[in-house]
Structures are given as structure tokens and as C-alpha cells.
């Protein structure tokens, strides 16, 4: 973890019970919104209370798929112990976030999509006693929702022939939508 250094002395900032952070030489103070990092950072506080920064786990975990593509497709040795090299960092500076008590977020696959979304439509359905119509709009949403998910180029159109295998105007007639 690198230190944030106080912008007044040069000090270092420390938790207090309140939330913020106090500079221990000057008791200059500023809370987590002051703090700016840029993109691939994140901030911190270590073992002693100190605050600092490391780079994002999230980041990191990115950097080491790269990585392992790189490997994959490396054209020759020297190719390949760049991209183990590059490995090995990220894996230094993600061992450093976990150890500062820093967790990626959690990855979502399609699946946990795909499970969440029609659970949340059944739900629904079943909670609100939905009519046909209003389920009709739901599949509707909960497809749509799906198929940009994959793609997000998308357009309607491409929706309803790949999910219903029928034109846009079929569908319109369904309950006069769009009419
Ligand atoms: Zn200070």
C-alpha cells in the first residue's frame, strides 16, 4: 500500500472513530469523498489505521486475463516471459488489495443474469396477478434484456424474429401495441 500524504505537511492520515481520516501532525482532515484516485486505484487503510492507496483489484484481475492471453498467443519465448512478467505484477498487486482487505466485485455470468432476470419476472407475474397482456410485456422486457446482454447492437426487430420467430408487425397486433 502507498501512503496518502497530507496535502498541508506531508504527514499521514489516520481513521478515526468518526469516519474520517486526520492527519496525525497537523489534524488536518477529509473523509473517503476527498480522496482522489485515478481509475485503476483504490483507497485503503492498513493494519495501523493509516490511509493509503493500492491499485484496484478489479484492475488487477483484469491485467491477469490479459496476461494470460498475451501468453497464449505470444509468437516466441521472449513474448511469453513479457506476459509472465506482466502476470506476476498484477498477481503482486492483487495479493496487496486482498491483504488491505480490498474484494473485487462479484463477476456476473449470463447464467446469474439469465436465473435473476426470470425469477424477477415470475415474481411479478405472480405477485401483481399480471393479466396476459401485462405478462406478454414482461417476456417481452425479460428477452429483450437477455439478447442485449449478448448483444447490444440489437435492434427490435431482430429481438422478435429471434425470440418469437415472427415480424414486428405480428407482434404489434398482439394487443394493438403501437397502434
Ligand atoms: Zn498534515
Not at 47 to 66: E, Q
Not at 82 to 111: C, N, V, W
Not at 137 to 149: K, Q
Request: aromatic fraction near 8%; glycine fraction near 6%.
Amino acid at each position: 500500500m502507498i501512503l496518502i500524504r497530507c496535502s498541508e505537511c506531508g504527514g499521514t492520515y489516520h481513521l478515526t472513530p468518526t469516519a474520517e481520516f486526520q492527519c496525525l501532525t497537523c489534524d488536518h482532515c477529509i473523509t473517503p469523498r476527498d480522496i482522489s484516485l485515478d481509475g485503476q486505484e483504490a483507497w485503503a487503510v492498513d493494519p495501523a489505521g493509516r490511509l493509503g492507496y493500492v491499485t484496484d483489484p478489479a484492475a488487477s484481475l483484469t491485467a491477469m486475463d490479459d496476461a494470460v492471453e498475451d501468453y497464449l498467443t505470444a509468437g516466441d519465448r521472449q513474448d511469453r516471459a513479457r506476459a509472465l512478467s506482466a502476470f506476476q505484477d498484477a498477481f503482486t498487486d492483487y495479493m496487496k488489495a486482498r491483504s488491505a482487505g480490498l474484494t473485487p466485485p462479484r463477476r456476473y455470468t449470463r447464467e446469474d443474469v439469465h436465473t435473476a432476470v426470470d425469477a424477477a419476472a415470475d415474481m411479478i407475474n405472480e405477485e401483481l396477478n399480471f393479466g396476459e397482456a401485462e405478462s406478454d410485456i414482461l417476456n417481452l422486457a425479460v428477452n429483450s434484456s437477455l439478447t442485449l446482454l449478448e448483444n447490444p447492437d440489437t435492434t427490435f426487430e431482430e429481438v422478435v424474429e429471434k425470440c418469437y420467430g415472427i415480424s414486428t408487425k405480428e407482434i404489434r397486433s398482439w394487443w394493438d401495441w403501437g397502434q
